[in-house]
């Protein structure tokens, strides 16, 4: 901004000035001589930074002085007709709303009172990139967090811009990664961004290779006869196709396996009337142990491995090795988020009409997500911790106890609640119903019947287009879908009618092609 002449009291003075020069009780008005006018100058900024400097006034092409930021000046002794009236010296990153220049017209012996309004936009952006290195990396990618702040994702080997970021220092972090992943670099990052232009920040990640994935799946062994068994667990080597049978016990059945974050151990829950109980193995077969004993639910590993929760009339979490146990509220089942702070638990005081919690794994205080009507039955949270996808349960009358089920998603606040799938349709106790997100999050895979029998496997995206019948059997039933760790494969259990695909235990590419019995 240039440098204003000093002005003079009769002709251009702020509000102060002009006080200190006539007085503080003078009027606005043109002044004694009722051929001339004024002009009250004021100019209010707002937005994102300041033109520190301020304005310049011009008046008919020649600038008469400086104005500050909401401070008000006057322009006296003019002549009664028709002004131009500017502002000067506006910084590139601010506008002036309307254009900088206006017509004024000066009543006689009155005040006329123009108001800039300035709007500033001092920001510039964040340019992010991400490079990703080691055997098992996290397909969904990580959060991108700005001065504490979640801010959007970004993929393993990605590259994003945060726009409109205020000019100054700041702090850049990523957040989500998986266990078995850290960065390298420093974490997070302080970066200076200037007005109008682009910081680079670059972040290396690496992640230490896992085991390879064995699926561990629960198969009907078949007893004396087709009214006899148990269901029992076996591993599936997939390149030599060997099976090991995790737990061979004609008296007891072993149901609900997960594999531990690092594919070494699986956790299950033994369904007995007289000894329930949750247990690990290893998945070559060795090292059995029980951790817990007397009504237990499914179990499921924490993130890092390190605890294991599971429902016994009330959620409770223990250490891996058995040690500890904590209970955490009502629930009958829960699930941890990605990064291991919170579970989204189904249950609360109604044993009718459970809703979704979440609840602080440390104990912290419980929220209602759902506060439905309508019961829900599941939820899974989407990789990144976002969102979640759900189970709800649509009642069908008052009294009866006939309903269908359906998958929705919601953000993980519950704000924007989404229906994925239609079953109103379908006969009582049947529909859609456990929803599990693909690795990278982009699809959601669900069971479903509309005859409320011979289940089919679909996918579909979050935002509800894209749906894909994988199956699509109408003599089968496939149930028990669960995801390869890369997002590649599909494991299911298929059961029903003869066939020439007949049943067992299946794995599919992820679009439903190459469908091989194990």
Not at 144 to 164: R, T, Y
Not at 235 to 252: C, I, N
Not at 351 to 371: C, E, F, K
Not at 449 to 470: A, Q
Request: aromatic share 8%; hydrophobic share 35%; net charge negative.
């Amino acid at each position: 901004m240039r440098t204003p002449p000093v002005p003079t009291c009769a002709f251009f003075v702020t509000i102060a000035t002009l006080i200190s020069c006539a007085g503080s009780d003078l009027p606005l008005t043109g002044g004694s001589d009722p051929t001339t006018g004024s002009i009250l100058v004021i100019a209010q900024t707002g937005g994102v930074g300041t033109d520190t400097d301020g304005y310049l006034v011009q008046l008919d092409g020649a600038t008469q002085g400086a104005i500050g930021e909401n401070v008000p000046v006057v322009l006296t002794g003019l002549t009664a007709d028709e002004h131009t009236l500017a502002l000067e010296g506006v910084v590139p990153f601010c506008a002036v709303e309307g254009g900088p220049a206006r017509t004024v017209a000066v009543p006689a012996g009155d005040t006329a009172v123009v108001s800039f309004t300035i709007s500033c936009r001092a920001t510039g952006r964040i340019d992010v990139a991400v490079s990703t290195s080691g055997g098992t990396p996290d397909l969904d990618g990580y959060s991108v967090i700005v001065d504490g702040v979640l801010g959007p994702q970004i993929d393993p080997n990605g590259a994003l811009s945060v726009p409109d970021v205020p000019a100054g220092t700041h702090a850049v972090s990523l957040s989500g990664l998986a266990f078995n992943c850290q960065v390298s670099d420093p974490n997070p990052q302080n970066g200076s961004v200037t007005t109008g232009a682009a910081t680079p920040m670059r972040f290396a990640v690496s992640c230490r290779a896992l085991a390879p994935w064995t699926p561990v799946v629960q198969a009907w062994a078949r007893g004396t006869d087709e009214y006899h068994g148990q269901w029992d667990l076996f591993a599936v080597e997939l390149e030599s196709g060997a099976v090991t049978g995790l737990t061979q016990t004609p008296d007891h059945s072993e149901e609900s396996p997960e594999l531990s974050p690092d594919r070494t151990q699986v956790a299950f829950m033994r369904n007995d009337d007289w000894d329930p109980r949750v247990g690990v193995i290893n998945v070559d077969g060795t090292g059995l142990r029980w951790l817990f004993v007397g009504g237990a639910g499914s179990p499921t590993w924490s993130p890092d491995g390190s605890k294991l929760a599971f429902g016994r009339g009330s959620l409770y979490v223990i250490n891996a090795d058995g040690t500890g146990g904590e209970t955490l509220g009502p629930y009958r089942e829960a699930r941890w988020s990605p990064d291991g702070t919170r579970f989204a638990a189904i249950g609360g005081p109604d044993d009718w009409n459970p809703d979704i919690w979440i609840v602080p794994a440390d104990g912290g205080p419980q929220v209602n997500l759902t506060r439905s009507a309508s019961p829900e039955t599941e939820a899974v949270w989407s990789p990144d911790g976002r969102q979640l996808a759900f189970t709800r349960r649509t009642m069908r009358g008052q009294y009866g106890p006939g309903y269908y089920e359906d998958v929705w998603v919601m953000n993980a606040n519950s704000l924007y609640q989404r229906r994925l799938t239609s079953s109103s349709g379908a006969p009582d106790y049947a529909g859609a119903r456990r929803p599990r997100w693909s690795p990278d999050g982009k699809l959601v895979m669900f069971e479903s019947s509309s005859l409320g029998y011979n289940e089919d496997i679909y996918t579909i995206r979050p935002d509800g287009t894209g749906l894909l019948n994988l199956t699509n059997t109408p003599d089968l039933s496939e149930s028990g879908a669960e995801w390869s760790p890369d997002g590649t494969k599909i494991l299911f259990r298929s059961e029903g009618e003869v066939s020439v695909l007949g049943g067992g235990v299946f794995i599919m590419n992820a679009d439903g092609s190459g469908r091989v019995q194990l």
